[in-house]
């Protein structure tokens, strides 16, 4: 590139922040170039090119250090933890200037049927739900200010769930108008796309022909359909050809959410899984797909109940553990594989492979980080007994880990060109309420494991390549048009990491823990971490869709 051509405005007028002496990856995949400093100036990239001497109210030593756009996190999952600590600390370490969520159930709308059981989740961190729509949940989060970006989507779960409830059944015609009025409102208030979480009640319940209806509102606004497929298993066919349809029908783009084949009977069919994508693609399907770097996927331990024991939501799924008959059930269904629903249980191979992330009753907290099977031994219990006695006794908000997949898979999703990044958790922190529970560790750790373990160490990638992934391809996968590359005239989203030292330190058995190697950290022009310590700015926005329309 001409560095003389990059420089931008000619002007003599100081930089709030320069950054010397680094080696650029600008996102594009392209190789690094060094040579080039980066000046900052008014949130954005003012200059790019030999810009020693220009004056600096801020100058950046990166030498030694690799400059790259800051990282985007395609499933952040931070919606409540960002109200209970705005300071991101496991993103920002991570290099994660910008986190999309929203998946299947969103933040927002918010009504007399979301709100209680919503409501229940949020009453450990202290949190009140004051918010009804979009606008007033991004309200709520301007005022307070956080450290990164934050886009989401609108839950076709949560349209569904604030119109009809819980119920397994279909809308009416009634009905599915209100739940598109919902996606539509949503859209105009600034969500990015639709999202879907189908193997959850009571997203389960939804035909596709609904969901179908639901995307074209979307698409009308130019968003598109994220989704947490129906199966990732042994139905994991079916469930493609779903996304696909959708894609199709609803003229919308289609984003997969964290890829993966679940249990042993499916490793090694990662390629099978890529030929289908690919095939699509030729077609004319627009989808793309982002993973996490881990063998282990987690959720609640509810998941592994079978649909029709969600039905009707909290109250009647407890009833239903209670009662001997559906409990028996429930019991003998977990027990055998099935392609009507994705079964946890079967699919990890039982309680051994199934760790018990985190509780709500204080009683359950010695069960924190346990297999499950050795929980129900403790207990005195079998592993069916103990794991419906735990979601009765915690009121079904129990977090699970389940070790799902196999390293090969990982590996060769990884390294597909439509593949961005997500970590698939909230931003926590390792002092106080977010760090009094043991997380996955790709809460503070995804991308740079992408970066140490997988690009650098097995070679997998090349780092430009791996940063494409974290940067520009996510950026226009979500239509995000200002951020992803390193750019005169981009917003200043910039990451400086040494590339001989990033790496994740968080483990299954010690997930809480930072990541090492990423130095600087600048959102929209501001550093919120500085040589390794964070600076407690606050410089993050609101990014809205591309149907945002502001009230009034």
Known sequence: MSLTAAVGAADEAPFDILITGGRIIDGTGNPWFDAADVGIRDGKIAAIGRLSGRPALRTIDAGGLMVSPGFIDMLGQSEVTLLVDPHAESKIRQGITTEITGE???????????????????DPFGLKINWRSFTDYFARL????????????VGATQAR??????EDRTPTPAELDQMKQVVDEAMRQGAMGLSTSLVYAPAIYAKTEELIELAKVAAGYGGIYSTHMRNEGDAIDEALDEAIRIGREAAIAVHIYHLKLSGKSNWGRMGEVSIRIQTARAEGVEITANMYPYVAGATSLSACLPPWALDGGLEKTLTRLRTPSDRRKIRSELSAPTR???NFYHSAGGGAQIMISFTVNENLKPLQGMRLAAAAAMRGQDELDALLDILIEDRLQTGAIYFLMSEKDVADGLVLPWVSIGCDSPAVRTEGILGSFPSHPRAYGTFPRVLGHYARDQKLMPLAEAVRKMTL???QTMRIPDRGLIKVGMAADVVCFDPARIRDTATFEAPNRYSEGVRHVIVNGVIVLDDGEMTGALPGKILRGRGYKPAG
């Open 104 to 122: 299947g159930g969103s933040i927002a709308p918010q009504n007399e049927k979301t709100i209680p059981e919503t409501q229940e989740g949020l």
């Open 142 to 153: 301007e005022k307070q200010g956080v450290a990164i970006n934050f886009g989401t989507n």
């Open 161 to 166: 769930w604030a119109v009809m409830g819980s």
């Open 340 to 342: 009507s629903w994705q």
């Open 473 to 475: 391809l996510a950026a």
